[in-house]
């Protein structure tokens, strides 16, 4: 069956480090992924999106990697300050069946500590 | 981006009766979603939401307990229906932007349903 695995423990890091969150997936052939930001009591939130032919996407101090040969995808925040806790969901959308509608890992929350 | 409300932003219930949610978005768009997001849990998608025609429905989701109306682009009510305990949750609407090749989605700021 399909299955989006994020690391369910909390992620705890200094600020000013880099947070590194993974998201691993099986039995998907998606046509991109994307990683959201969810803070407590409120919808998530687009952060960024990478299709299955590229690599690498940046965008300021969010960088995500895309490995289709791995089935992972690595979410890395630069220079973390203690606004960026908040939960990080990974979500697929599949090539193979074309649905528009996206699957969700279950999220790591992320404690970046002053 | 799309600006998206949703009424209630909470409510509770009694077990056995029905709640609607509205979901407003402030411009048209063509996809719209519902989910749900149990306590500690991630989103499960449970219907998309069509325009002019019946709910597209996932695997667990019934039409019967979870009536969706979408009378026009900007528009869609989720109906939790014969409510029970296990029913309590975030329910969430997003709305899909559909460019060449993106499938961003924007979510609503959810509703927090408890069931007695």
């Known amino acids: 069956s399909q299955k989006i695995e994020q690391n369910s423990e909390a992620l705890n890091i200094q600020e000013g480090k880099t947070a590194t969150l993974t998201c691993n997936y099986t039995n998907y052939s998606p046509a991109y992924l994307q990683w959201y930001r969810q803070d407590p009591g409120r919808g998530p939130v687009f952060l960024l999106l990478i299709r299955e032919n590229e690599k690498e996407k940046r965008k300021e101090r969010l960088k995500v990697t895309f490995d289709t040969t791995l089935k992972q995808s690595l979410f890395h925040i630069t220079a973390s300050q203690p606004a960026d806790s908040a939960t990080y969901l990974c979500?697929?959308?599949?090539?193979?069946?074309?649905?528009?509608?996206?699957?969700f890992g279950s999220g790591t929350r992320l404690q970046v500590q002053p | 981006s799309a600006v998206i409300s949703q009424k209630p932003s909470r409510d509770i219930c009694q077990r056995g009766t029905s709640l609607t949610i509205q979901c407003q978005v402030d411009?048209?768009?063509?996809?719209m979603f519902w989910y749900r997001q149990q306590p500690g849990q991630s989103l499960t998608l449970i219907a998309t939401?069509?325009?002019?025609?019946?709910?597209?429905?996932e695997s667990g989701f019934v039409i019967d307990k979870f009536p969706i109306s979408r009378p026009n682009l900007t528009f869609s009510t989720l109906t939790v229906s014969n409510m029970s305990p296990e029913d309590s949750s975030i329910y969430l609407c997003s709305v899909g932007t559909t460019g060449i090749s993106t499938d961003t989605q924007y979510f609503g700021p959810g509703t927090r349903l408890t069931v007695l």
């Open positions: 411009s048209q768009v063509t996809m």
């Open positions: 979500a697929l959308t599949s090539s193979l069946t074309g649905r528009r509608a996206l699957t």
């Open positions: 939401a069509n325009q002019g025609s019946e709910a597209t429905y």
